[in-house]
């Protein structure tokens, strides 16, 4: 949910801020920024590597360049891509089509044909998740694994979750007051890092100038509750769960709920971990997905080891 400061902020009018903007793209490493074309709309995507196909979803708010760490530590032996998901991303959406979750499913097939993959592994992040999940329910024959990080209980209460996070949105870009998106950051860490205020200031004010088509995105999105809920136990492809043990942000589903709907699932607890393990412990995620998808790449996989790791394994 950390949305960050794209890489191609050409418009950047202070020096300070054009310097933060030479620091982000340093970070690139050697991932490509590009484009591609669906039904005469273009997406943007970073991309790298060769081999089977990772493709990383973020959440609400997100973007592709959160997931850089991640996409670096698979470049030499596996193809990467993180997309903008239309309606998630602050600056990509549908230019005539709502954002519901079929829409943004049929969008996300098209992307893995354009890309000529094979069956995919898909790392998905918060309302990321729900996407993910329901292609790989609905479209098994394209997906090779799942990996769900702080996936929201976006069913209980009738998608209650969905409604407090609309109400929360709402209220931190209501005001000029950076001080209510900093408390959410904070909120979203264990241990929160220091975040300039240049940078609050910089989101704030780009999600402002997107509030009211954002949260017209994450209603429509939210309707789509009822979807998930019908397919997510025709999820048949292995999943790796993983949780952060101090989730402020949202109620997550719980090993329970994944007992149940999915079996010969592989979950992972994270200690002094929030709402975004990626960003947070990003070592500890590499290592347990290196792990899984490992397993899923023999053919004698057949769901969890004891070794589930699900106390959380701290990487020094």
């Known amino acids: 949910m950390l949305f960050e400061v794209e890489t191609d902020l050409s418009f950047f009018e202070s020096q300070e801020l054009k310097s933060l903007s030479r620091y982000v793209r340093g970070y690139l490493g050697g991932l490509r920024s ?18 089977d196909t990772l493709i990383f979803l973020h959440g609400v708010m997100g973007s592709k360049t959160q997931w850089r ?3 670096q530590a698979y470049t030499s032996h596996y193809h990467v891509v ?36 094979d069956r995919v ?21 394209m997906v090779k694994s799942a990996a769900f990080l702080s996936f929201p209980d976006v069913f209980s209460n009738k998608g209650q979750v969905f409604r407090n996070l609309l109400a929360e949105m709402d209220n931190v870009v209501s005001t000029a007051d950076i001080a209510p998106l900093a408390d959410y950051y904070r909120r979203s860490y264990a241990n929160p890092p220091s975040i300039p205020n240049i940078v609050l200031r910089y989101n704030l004010r780009e999600v402002r100038k997107q509030r009211d088509r954002v949260l017209q995105s994450m209603r429509e999105f939210s309707d789509s509750g009822p979807l998930l809920m019908a397919q997510i136990r025709q999820i048949k492809v292995p999943c790796l769960i993983v949780n952060g043990d101090v989730d402020n942000i949202s109620p997550l589903f719980d090993e329970s709920f994944w007992q149940l709907n999915v079996p010969g699932h592989y979950f992972v607890e994270l200690n002094e971990c929030g709402h975004l393990p990626h960003l947070e412990k990003p070592d500890e995620v590499i290592y347990e997905h290196r792990r899984f998808i490992e397993r899923v790449g023999k053919t004698e996989y057949q769901g969890p080891s004891d070794d589930t790791g699900k106390y959380g394994i701290i990487l020094d």
């Open 34 to 51: 590009l484009c591609m074309d669906i039904e005469g709309e273009e997406f943007k995507y970073l991309e790298g590597g060769e081999g």
């Open 69 to 71: 760490t991640l996409m």
């Open 82 to 117: 993180a997309v903008d998901v239309p309606g998630l991303c602050l600056h990509q959406s549908f230019a005539q089509k709502k954002h519901t979750l079929r829409q943004i499913t049929l969008w996300l097939e098209r992307v893995v044909t354009r890309l000529r993959a």
């Open 121 to 141: 592994h898909l790392v998905c992040h918060s309302l990321g998740c729900a996407v993910g999940a329901y292609f790989a329910a609905t479209r098994p024959e």
